[in-house]
């Protein structure tokens, strides 16, 4: 531990002139100079707190002269911090990106580092651990909007040990993010994999009203059971339950199975082969299958639990994530606008739908192993993300000591 010296940003930085910048001023930035392709503005939507590292989409584009006249280049191995809104965000370009080169927009603050001081990668697993996102938090100088400015930026903590133990270190949560990542992609995969095949046999050129033999109109209330079974925690306070939420921090991320965590509002009891439904913002659609729950396994009362009888779980999964549902079921939601927005049972319940009864049989059985690995992914997702989670902040802080890092590196 004697060999870790603390170093203020600024200290750190590559000696050069425009080392940290922040973005260009909004006016020069604004929606009417983006362009359809060019050059990839980054913005709060590409950046998170603690995973991904950078999220490489979703993007808007300037031109390159536009982007000269910007002058706020990013390339790979740059930190980026958000400065105005969900302050604490924080990202790396890595090799691996998309694009050679990025603009940031007037929303965020780049920085680029000596890396004959600092490892890049070891830096930001440092700005995004849990207390140097506190940090940042607890230096906000908005009101209405939290702000930072490149004053703060520049002063933040940096505890280093030697490049050799930065590299190691970097390495050994980069592995993890990594297999995170890659269970992911697989997941999206198999997801596209299972709607190519339900719009193949389902979709793609029926008729509602000039139905083949063997095809009929159904109610999708006809193919499960809404439980509306439900719990108070509070009654059994002895009881652990294992609980099924939507984490603020990711709306898309899947269930964070909190065991242990103390709940006392009623809740939704999770049986086996259930599909939870998220009532809000159906936009943005939350649905995840639960094949083998834990016992105990409970949902927040967000979620409609569906129990689809045999044989067609995988045609009800499917079809309540297609996009085309989605579409359908949108606008009837109400409330008011974005995340408050919600839809009612009765919504999806009694909506129409057309399938045969023999093809939803041989759907299950190609689509139902497609299923049970997205289930096996996630899981996989959620024991790596709580590994990462623990070891990063002992890491980072030096608590776990370079003589156990060989422990750590053989047990991934």
Request: hydrophobic fraction near 35%; glycine fraction near 6%; charge should be negative.
């Amino acid at each position: 531990m004697n060999e870790w010296k603390t170093y203020r940003l600024e200290e750190v930085l590559l000696p050069v002139k425009g080392a940290i910048k922040s973005g260009p001023f909004g006016s020069n930035i604004s929606s009417k100079y983006f362009v359809e392709q060019g050059i990839p503005v980054i913005r709060g939507n590409n950046l998170s707190i603690g995973f991904p590292k950078f999220i490489d989409g979703g993007f808007v584009f300037v031109t390159e002269e536009k982007a000269e006249e910007l002058d706020c280049w990013a390339y790979p191995n740059d930190i980026i911090f958000t400065a105005a809104g969900t302050i604490g965000q924080v990202g790396i370009i890595d090799n691996g990106c998309k694009y050679d080169k990025y603009v940031i927009s007037n929303k965020q603050i780049r920085a680029r580092l000596d890396t004959k001081v600092v490892i890049p990668l070891f830096a930001y697993y440092s700005f995004s651990s849990p207390e140097s996102v506190t940090e940042i938090r607890n230096s906000n100088t908005g009101t209405s909007v939290p702000l930072i400015n490149l004053s703060i930026v520049k002063s933040l903590k940096l505890r280093l040990p030697p490049l050799p133990t930065q590299q190691r270190i970097a390495s050994i949560l980069s592995s993890l993010d990594d297999k995170i990542e890659l269970n992911r992609q697989m997941n999206h995969t198999l997801e596209e994999m299972a709607q190519a095949m339900f719009r193949h046999h389902f979709v793609d050129g029926i008729d509602k009203d000039n139905l083949p033999d063997g095809w009929s109109v159904k109610l999708i209330g006809e193919l499960l059971t809404h439980s509306r079974k439900g719990v108070n925690p509070a009654n059994f306070p002895d009881t652990l339950y294992h609980h099924y939420s939507l984490p603020a921090y990711d709306e898309r991320r899947y269930p964070s199975g909190e065991y242990g965590q103390q709940i006392m509002s009623n809740k939704g009891v999770i049986t086996q082969r259930s599909i939870l439904f998220s009532k809000l913002n159906p936009r943005f659609p939350r649905i995840w299958p639960v094949l083998n729950p834990l016992p105990n396994s409970i949902s927040s009362t967000e979620f409609l639990i569906f129990e689809p009888q045999d044989p067609y779980f995988s045609f009800v999964y499917c079809l309540v994530s297609s996009k085309e549902f989605m579409e359908e079921l949108a606008p009837k939601a109400t409330g008011t606008s974005g995340s408050h927005q919600r839809v009612r049972p009765s919504d999806i319940l009694e909506e129409e739908i057309v399938l045969n009864d023999e093809l939803c049989t041989q759907f299950e059985k190609k689509v139902y192993p497609l299923i049970q690995l997205i289930v096996n992914n996630r899981q996989e997702i959620q024991d790596l993300t709580a590994t990462r989670d623990y070891l990063l902040p002992r890491l980072i802080s030096g608590e776990i000591i370079p003589a156990d890092l060989k422990q750590v590196e053989q047990a991934l």
